[in-house]
C-alpha cells in the first residue's frame, strides 16, 4: 500500500495520506523541494520516516483516510 506526504512549506506542515485519498491531486507528481508538493512512498515505514525528515513544525496524518 503506498503512502503519499503533501508539505506545504508556507504552512510549515506535511500531512501523510493513504495512496486513495481523495485529496491527493490526479495531476500529483509535480513537486518543488522549497514548496513543497506530494511525494509518494511505497510502504508505511519508509512515509513515516520521510514524514520525520520534512522538518515542518506540524507532522499531521489526514483526518479523511486516516493513514
Ligand atoms: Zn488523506
Redesign the pocket.
Known amino acids: 500500500m503506498g503512502l503519499w506526504i503533501n508539505i506545504r512549506r508556507s504552512l510549515d506542515q506535511a500531512v501523510l495520506?493513504?495512496e486513495r485519498?481523495i485529496?491527493?491531486p490526479t495531476s500529483a507528481g509535480r513537486s518543488d523541494h522549497w514548496e513543497g508538493g506530494w511525494f509518494e512512498y511505497p510502504d508505511k515505514e519508509t512515509a513515516l520516516d520521510a514524514l520525520e525528515q520534512t522538518g515542518t513544525t506540524q507532522q499531521l496524518k489526514?483526518p479523511?483516510?486516516k493513514?
Open positions: 495520506h493513504r485519498c485529496q491527493i489526514c479523511i483516510c493513514p
